[in-house]
């Protein structure tokens, strides 16, 4: 996605990196979301990946600093809400993520991880992926 979004009103929040912070921010993001409009499947959908983004930002983008930082950005013309999820860990390479085998794991010959990513694509209309050694930006585009 090329296009420059517009948004009416951008909202931000941090967490820190312990467990179960998720849960607020899909508070907050379920509350944006139902004053923006979204119906009610969308903003479940909007909620699981979420948690998928802030969860790895909290397993995978440790580092000293052990805070997330969340940017939710709203437009109600045309209705859209992006949610940036960043972490200043070391990063990794998305390319290199190897797409999860549901006949592996149900034959056990591998870990059953590997999914959070594969449940934000599918959730989503788009998701923009930017990491370097110094962080990683996720952000989650839904469209109403
Ligand atoms: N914020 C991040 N910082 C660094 N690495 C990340 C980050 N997010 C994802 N990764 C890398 O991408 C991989 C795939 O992420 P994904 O969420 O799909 O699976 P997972 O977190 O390993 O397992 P699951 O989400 O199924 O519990 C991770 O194992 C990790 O190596
Ligand atoms: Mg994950």
Same mark, same amino acid.
């Given at each position: 996605m090329n296009e420059k979004l517009k948004f009416d009103a951008i909202e931000k929040m941090t967490v820190p990196m312990e467990p179960n912070q998720e849960l607020q921010v899909i508070e907050r993001a379920e509350k944006l979301a139902r004053e923006l409009g979204f119906d009610r499947d969308s903003i479940d959908e909007i909620k699981l990946a979420v948690i998928e983004a802030v969860i790895n930002a909290i397993e995978h983008g440790r580092?000293?600093? !052990?805070i997330v930082y969340i940017t939710f950005g709203l437009s109600h013309q045309p209705l859209r809400m992006t949610i940036t999820i960043s972490d200043s860990g070391a990063g990794f390479n998305p390319d290199s993520v190897r797409e999860p085998d549901i006949r592996e794991k149900i034959n056990k010959r591998? !870990?059953? !991880?590997?999914w959070g990513l594969k449940i934000m694509h599918s959730l989503m209309d788009d998701v923009i992926i930017n990491s370097s050694p110094s962080g990683t930006q996720v952000t989650l585009i839904k469209s109403g």
């Open positions: 580092n000293a600093e !052990r591998e !870990r059953k !991880r590997g």
